[in-house]
């Protein structure tokens, strides 16, 4: 009777584990619990320069990233010199990427900053990169540079974060 009464006990407990064990498998497999789903993509600079959006592209030969970012203060810059720092983009261990803009932007505008990354280590589909990002920029204010000069003392620096996730094209 003791024999019987333990056999239902582990049947019944059995097939609730074994299905427990199909259910997490079939999660798994789906891929829900991939540290990609958990991160957060940002892309932040300083409030009087937003950076609005980020987006990493994969199409073969190259990885694009475009960052919109909009002027929000209160009289015209120019975009001088982005610089990227990556991690393991394209190219093993850490690099800086240069490119230079020359670009004026009018309070309010936008801008898209397009920089493809060019190397033999392409990433897969989905995966995470972060970017650090230097841009310098000239203050084109009518009290201080009205001929928007590339005057050192007119120059200024912010870094910013881009967090993205690599679509493919």
Not at 74 to 82: F, T
Not at 111 to 117: G, L, T, V
Request: with cysteine; glycine share 6%; proline share 4%.
């Amino acid at each position: 009777m003791k024999g019987q009464a333990a056999m239902e006990y582990l049947m019944t407990y059995g097939w609730a584990i074994l299905l427990l064990v199909i259910v997490l498998s079939v999660l798994f497999a789906s891929g829900i619990f991939t540290p990609s789903q958990f991160v957060r993509e940002e892309c932040s600079f300083t409030p009087d320069l937003t950076c609005l959006s980020a987006q990493l592209i994969d199409s073969g030969p190259e990885t694009t990233l475009i960052v919109r970012v909009k002027n929000n203060f209160g009289y015209p810059i120019k975009l001088d010199q982005i610089t990227y720092t990556t991690q393991d983009l394209r190219v093993g261990g850490q690099k800086d990427w240069k490119l230079d803009l020359s670009k004026k932007l009018n309070q309010g505008e936008t801008y898209d900053i397009a920089f493809s990354f060019r190397g033999n280590e392409k990433p897969s589909e989905s995966e995470i990169k972060r970017i650090t990002a230097l841009l310098s920029y000239h203050t084109c204010a009518n009290e201080i540079n009205p001929l928007c000069a590339e005057d050192p003392s007119y120059g200024h620096k912010i870094s910013g974060k881009i967090v993205a996730k690599v679509l493919y094209k």
